[in-house]
């Protein structure tokens, strides 16, 4: 049982060195290797879900006199919840690619990337310490840029991966920070160590606590795409659509959250509050991170015509969501958010991925329409997809979503609340325009006339996805598998039901009035709408700062080094050779004085002769 | 015994030049020798069989001691066999020079060696400058681009950076009152507090101009771009670290001493990080990238250094001198690695500027995996060996933090972080100008070939030395634990 989870972890890494070493060649039998890999993680995983026992081990890393890094594994509930979603997406996403994939030139490397992922962030579930999150932290990224470069000979795919990559490190720059002071202040990395150690130095700046958490939330902001660091995630749209609903949906962006929660966790001693110790503009700052981008990223949803990037604002959003939520200090609602939003949210990612499929790779609403007669199944999945995003009762997102405004509601932040019902209504709004303009009227296009239902391959993970979109999140599925499950209690009359069931309502009539019915977007370019549709101009403002910041400041630099060091010093350097000579009457010891000066200038004369002379 | 490392290559490089058998023969034989002992030498470096030691001046004492002093030394044999090996194989001499050009290499390799397992001062110092006049006759002879100016540069900056050392380190054993140059006199002598600190500012600034340190860092990559690709991997790769080693090494001779430079340098290597590396992001061509690339990373292993003379001893931050031998060693490695990369883009295309170069990777996948690999572990991607220095290097910057307000070493170390992101930004561009985008067509077949099999023996060497520590730095750590069991254990076996 001990070596099951290394097993599930070291997987992966085995099969993407097989492919890379040895199968590169042969891609039918790469693509079935890491299928396999995936499923057999999956089996094993649900093995110890079942067992339903918490399990440890480890070895050491790195160790300098008495002092270790360790690399392990921790099965406790929230990682045995967490890593159903990863090798359950991961295991789908697999078998969907096999077909979406299939006529891909480089389909070894595309699973060799996936099962390099699958370890990556396998290690981030299980991880022990911050310093083992941190090194699978950085290799999710690695496989995220891999994966999102898929294509890497078209520069959009090669210029969003790299984005990614260095977004992430800005993230990770203070993520590091926040480790070492934690560190310092409770004298360890390993999570079961964390509250012990806190309880141990009753000395501590609070302050600096609260400084090491917000530090170590930057990484978070990173990895889960918040604002300012959100824009990578739209642009990694490039990649793949699977991928993009494993890694950009469903798992890797969510880590962020899943790490917050962790560290939330780990701090408070059994029975204690975590409020009381933490100081109070920690909770509210991320809370309000959250809030912003969650609707930030909605309102720029509302005017996107890429299918994939609609979804992608909408998990911007959801993340946003869920981050609210543990700066709510309830971690509980958001990795019960983060659950069921991974399941509904592949689900809708492979939807789209069947439908561009079947479109012939036409990634605009406007140029589909009628596919709900074309592609029934497809049909279907995404419509129960859409439910559970919105948060109709019923459904697995109804009762994670409800969990987060009852825990603002609960705060007594009623403008977070307000937040969060005005983003639960425009979700509506904007899920249901894309699913009226695609789905409904009359096909559009050409590609989209001739479009046919996919495959079973591709069918099968959507409908057992949809089937987990619904039911994951009632209690007597989530309760036994969701990572951390909050019972939900009906109350008809409190206000965070109320607030999202009108919200969906209302979302649901007002884009049933706009797009009903419509050929062409009625508010495209019209006043604030225009805005949402440019992104606020974010990216522009960034390509500005990189280009006129970063980019002038290296010029500048670069010239003055130039300049100075090499121009000044040197010559400087030459005319105080001559005052070395001094230095060196002073010194002691006679012989070695003339050695000294005979061993310099020897080297100097030898090369002058033979170089400059010759 | 250890001497054998050195005679092999030193005796091949006479051989070669006497032009007994065909240089490149000779010198790959000798360098595969060579690397075989030296990975050997792993199993069995602590017995005594190792030391020699004879009197070779008597006043002042100089002995010819060679040895593993601890295991310093040893990770620095191991870089430099290990470099020595791939430099000889994958470098391409030109018609005719092989003489000089083996010669050369092996020489650099046998002095570089020589420095590492020195346990006496003089020959310390005098394996490294010996190591010197090859590399300046290599870029000066057979350099490429500006190879005289190059050459004239890193002369006039390492015979001075010399010269200044030398001082120091006469002034050193002079105050030291010891009566030999052996370390282990040297170690165990004191030094008055105020000779310290002007003995350390000697060291500081002639270390600091062999490894590149702000603002006496300019002779590098012009240098580097210029050299020979072997020559560049051996002393970007090996012999640029006999300064940071020599620091380590003579640190508690002038622990006090250092103290009052700790504010300078700071700055400095503060300087060889953000500086440089905006400096590094404004290259145009790869191979000028690269050899700033090299110096901003000294600033790193300058931050270790900067946290042990914070903490007043090695004992008061144990991380320190591990996190920097680490470090160096991975550097080593991964520079060599790029340099030699480099090389071959620069044989296959006919260019290293930026600008020329695009979508290689769809015509040579090998070398666009073995460069991203190496570049990756250049910029600090767990698994590879220069993140789990660069880990090290960050917790000794915080070993000895509490959760008060940040010292001065920790704002150092925060700052120092940005430069992870910097080198993201320089080396995620530049992998993807070269290697990612439309296919360019470099030659005038428009066909350019990827990576043979002989290239990629010396390329997979490195690169598994780069996995092998990235993901078991115990493999290094493990010799890093400091010898003070030793004694007792000698005592109880006499006993």
Known sequence: MESIPWLILGLPLL???????????????????????????LALTLVIVSKGSDLTGSFNWASIAGFNIEIGYEFSQMARGMMLVVTGVGFLVHLFSLAYMKEDSALARYFCGLSLFMFSMTGIVLATNFIMMFMFWELVGLSSYLLIGHWYQKDSAADAAKKAFLTNRIGDFGFMIGILMLWGITGSFTFSELATGLAGHPDHSVFFLGIAILCIFAGAMGKSAQAPLHVWLPDAMEGPTPV????HAATMVAAGVYMMARLFLALTPEGADLATLIPAFTGTTIAWIGAITSLLAALMATQQDDIKKILAYSTLSQLGYMVMAVGLLDPEAGMFHLFTHAWFKALLFLGSGAVIFACHHEQDIWKMGGLRKTMPITFGAFAIGTIALCGVPGTAGFFSKEHILESAAHSGQWVLFGIAALVACLTTFYMFRLFFVAFLGDARSENADHAKEVGLLMSAPLILLAIMAILSGWEFMGGKIAPLYKPFEFHPDAPAFIASVSAVVIGFLIAWKLYGSTKEDPLENKGVFKHFRNKFYIDEFYAKLVGYGQDTVAAFVHFFDELIINGLIVGGFSRAAGGFGRIFGRLQSGNLQGYAVLFGLGVLLVIYLTVFVS | ???????????AAFAIMAGVGRAKSVATLAAAANLLLGLGVVFCWKAPIWDISFEVLSKPSIHLALGFYDGMSLVMVILSVLVLFTAVMSGRCPEGRERLWYSSILLIGAG????F?????FFFYAFHELALIPTFLMIGILGSGERKEAAWKITIYLALGSIILLAGLVWLVSASGSETWLFKDLLASSISAD?????????????????????FHSWAAPAYASAPAPVAMLHAGVLKKFGLYGLMRLYPMVSTGMQDWLGWLIV????????????????????????????MHMGYIFLAFAALIEAGSFEANPIAKPAAVVLMFAHGISIALLFMLTDTIRRKTGTVELAE????????????FLFGLAGMASIGLPGLANFSGEVLVFLSGFENYKGEALGCVQVATILALWGVVISAVYMLRAYRQTFQGPAVDHTDSGHVKDFGPYCQIPAGILAIALLVVGIFPNSLLQFMEEPETAPTEIEQASN
Not at chain 2, 1 to 11: D, E, H, K, R, T
Not at chain 2, 198 to 214: C, D, H, P
């Open chain 1, 15 to 41: 099969t993407a060195a097989v492919i890379h070493l040895g199968l590169k060649k042969n891609q039918s039998l790469s693509a079935l290797v890491s299928t396999c890999s995936a499923a057999v993680t």
């Open chain 1, 244 to 247: 993009s609903a494993l890694i």
């Open chain 2, 1 to 11: 015994m250890s001497i054998i490392l050195i005679l092999i290559p030193l005796i």
């Open chain 2, 112 to 115: 570089g060696l020589g420095a």
């Open chain 2, 117 to 121: 397992l020195s346990t006496d001062l």
């Open chain 2, 195 to 215: 000779a310290q600190s002007g003995i350390a500012a000697f060291l500081i600034v002639g270390f600091g101009i062999l490894i590149s340190l702000f603002p």
């Open chain 2, 268 to 295: 400095l290597l503060l300087c060889n990080i953000l500086w440089v590396g905006f400096v590094t992001i404004n290259q145009k061509r790869l191979d000028m990238m690269l050899g700033n690339s090299s110096v």
């Open chain 2, 357 to 368: 170069l695009g979508g290689l990777a769809k015509a040579a996948p090998r070398l666009a």
